[in-house]
């Protein structure tokens, strides 16, 4: 037998465990008890021992998702990944469904899922399960759910490494490729050398916009953070009161992914600024017709009419991935060949006013180039590790409570993929557990785009008007660069 050293067991039992990052920490917070929601829609239907055999073979090579959170009974509280045996099959819960029985699979998805929001994850375990419904919708056969601690990852690590579980449809044997474009090189390499110096001018009068746009960023975060809060609106939660441990409610809507890059290159601009003003323009309509609803029925207004208060101050914590790529490939890798790669909480937070407002042009509704995202990330891994989690998670609650929605978008895969052989028909993520009552997160696959909402339901009692308000925003849109010529 072989006998080890002092040091070589030292070292494997390093291996075994590891403490949590303060970013780990934070999510296990009170305040910041967050859970990820990815839904994953099939087209044909799920064969539960096939996915159980590949995340056997892939997923639980994850440290991650071989790890248990073990937290020491001392006044220290100390926090620790310890790796563990896992047996799948206790994290993939099929329900006893009878599809026969269900009068609206669409109600009854939303109900299921909205159910497990109100559920902790067994902190016995790895923090994450797999549900898996026999269900049809009119969107897919079945459906994937997976339900992951933020503890583990931020939400585009998170979402890079279940695309590392999955395959190109068309090519089994490939992992799937995300739009990617070096702006930079195209830029430059495609100037002649004369215009190369008015290249070099534009870029360091940019350099300028970053760094004063980044001072007013920060002094804003240090305001809402201290005093400065939002107009109480319909869809704004109360710190402390409705929107904090409270059920969710998860509703997604599929929009066309074309009809957005056709808004994109009309207007020169990106996708994020089309997805930003598509959001404002939906809020405003939502908004405008609440207003209206509170007045009395001798004194309603028209919802075409302008029932929005002057000045509302509408803000929304922007969640900004500040990884340099996505890892996708660096991912699949890990778990076929047991590489490392970089791992955790990478994530930002940029502070975005909305412009709110019944306008009737609607490309009024457009909108900024700032290190806000990165600053944000680093006084915050600052604050954890001086201050503690305890203050560190106090002082970004408040300054979440004075905002008013969370915001991410995130582009998917360009052609279609398969999970463990089952082809995807769309993607809707999501989290919960922050003190926001509305999170919004645009997620794109193939040629659409899915819209999906996390709502605390005592707030926004109608979160399908809100997605009708958004999809609607989205034609106006169209329509009005039809119009005026800018697409031939």
């Known amino acids: 037998m072989e006998i080890k050293t002092g040091r070589e067991m030292k070292d494997e039992e390093e291996e075994e465990e590891e403490p949590l990052s303060p970013a780990a920490r934070f999510f296990h917070a009170p305040e910041f008890n967050c859970y990820i929601i990815s839904m994953m829609g099939c087209k044909i239907r799920i064969d ?5 055999q590949g995340l056997k073979q892939t997923l639980i090579r994850h440290p ?5 959170l073990v937290v020491d009974g001392n006044k220290t509280q100390k926090h620790r990944w310890v790796r563990t045996e896992v047996n799948v099959e206790d994290h993939v819960i099929v329900p006893d469904i009878t599809p026969d029985n269900i009068e609206n699979p669409n109600e009854f998805l939303e ?11 067994d902190i016995s375990r790895p923090l994450w399960q797999l549900h898996i419904l026999d269900i049809k919708t009119e969107e897919a056969e079945s459906f994937g759910v997976f339900k992951i601690h933020h503890s583990i990852g931020d939400g585009m690590s998170l979402m890079s490494l279940i695309l590392a ?8 044997d490939e992992i799937p490729s995300l739009p990617f474009r070096n702006r930079f090189k195209s830029r430059f390499t495609g100037l002649r050398r004369e215009h190369r110096f008015w290249w070099f001018v534009s870029v360091m ?3 300028i916009l970053l760094v004063l746009n980044t001072i007013r960023d920060v002094l804003e975060f240090i305001a809402t953070a201290l005093f400065l809060k939002d107009t109480e609106t319909p869809i704004k939660g109360r710190r402390g009161g409705l ?6 409610r998860l509703v997604h809507r599929t929009v066309s992914l074309d009809d957005i890059k056709l808004i994109k290159n009309a207007l020169k601009m990106t996708v994020n600024d089309v997805v930003l ?9 939502y908004l405008n017709r609440k207003y209206g609803e509170t007045e009395t029925k001798e004194e309603a207004k028209d919802c075409n009419q302008d029932n929005l208060p002057k000045r509302i101050r509408l803000r929304a914590a922007i969640l900004v991935n500040i990884r340099p790529n996505t890892g996708i490939q660096d991912l699949a890798d890990m778990m076929s060949k047991g590489s490392k790669c970089r791992w955790g909480n990478w994530i930002g937070y940029v502070v975005v006013p909305f412009y709110i407002a019944m306008c009737s042009d609607p490309l009024e509704h457009r909108k900024k180039h700032s290190l806000e995202a990165f600053l944000t990330f680093t006084v915050g891994q600052f604050f954890l590790e001086t201050i503690g989690v305890k203050a560190a998670a106090d002082i970004m609650s408040r300054t979440m409570s004075n905002t008013t929605m969370s915001f991410s978008n995130m582009m998917g895969p360009v052609e279609e993929i398969s999970f463990y052989g089952h082809p995807m028909a769309y993607l809707a993520p999501s989290v919960y557990g922050h003190p926001h009552a509305l999170t919004m997160h645009f997620q794109s696959y193939l040629d659409k785009m899915t819209i999906s909402l996390t709502v605390d339901p005592t707030v926004i009692t109608d979160p399908h008007r809100l997605c009708d308000d958004l999809e609607e925003s989205l034609r106006s849109f169209k329509a009005a660069v039809v119009e005026r010529g800018f697409v031939q």
């Open 48 to 52: 539960v021992d096939v996915i159980i």
């Open 64 to 68: 991650r998702f071989s790890s248990k």
């Open 111 to 121: 109900n299921y899922v909205s159910n497990l929001t109100t559920v902790p994850l």
């Open 165 to 172: 579980c999955t395959r190109k449809t068309s090519d089994p």
């Open 205 to 207: 009068w940019s350099v």
């Open 243 to 248: 929107t904090e441990n409270k059920r969710r």
């Open 277 to 285: 003003g598509v959001t404002q323009a939906g809020l405003s309509r």
